[in-house]
């Protein structure tokens, strides 16, 4: 196994996996709060760190039916949310490219920057 190289994002609102704080994303990238996951709420955001991608499937979701793949925490390995890489609905477009990051798998951080 290789060495793992993790970012830090500096920044005074961090959102880090509840399991180990490695940094995931900053609240600049909130796209959008009003999301719901398989935990409860959910939140979009339009870039994320420290994740892997697994593997795609097509599951419908409340807006129907998307093309997506799981996204695990580099450090731990939880997985933390979703990222969409497809969709039917002309109108759920926009998600594509973007992550889902459940409020019961992240924490807020304190930058440690400064």
């Not at 926009?94 to 798998?105: F, P, R």
Request: net charge positive; charged share 25%; hydrophobic share 30%.
């Amino acid at each position: 196994m290789g060495r793992l190289f993790k970012t830090f994002l500096n920044e005074p609102c961090v959102y880090g996996c509840s399991n180990c704080h490695s940094h995931l994303s900053v609240h600049d990238n909130i796209i959008s709060k009003s999301f719901q996951g398989r935990h409860g709420r959910a939140y979009l955001f339009s870039k994320c760190v420290n994740v892997s991608i697994g593997p795609k499937e097509d599951r419908i979701l409340i807006t129907g039916l998307h093309t997506v793949a799981d996204i695990y925490c580099n450090d731990c390995q939880t997985v933390v949310g979703w990222k969409y890489l497809a969709a039917v609905e002309e109108s759920q477009k926009y998600k594509v490219g973007k992550y889902i990051l459940e409020k019961a798998k992240i924490s807020k951080e304190r930058s440690t920057w400064e």
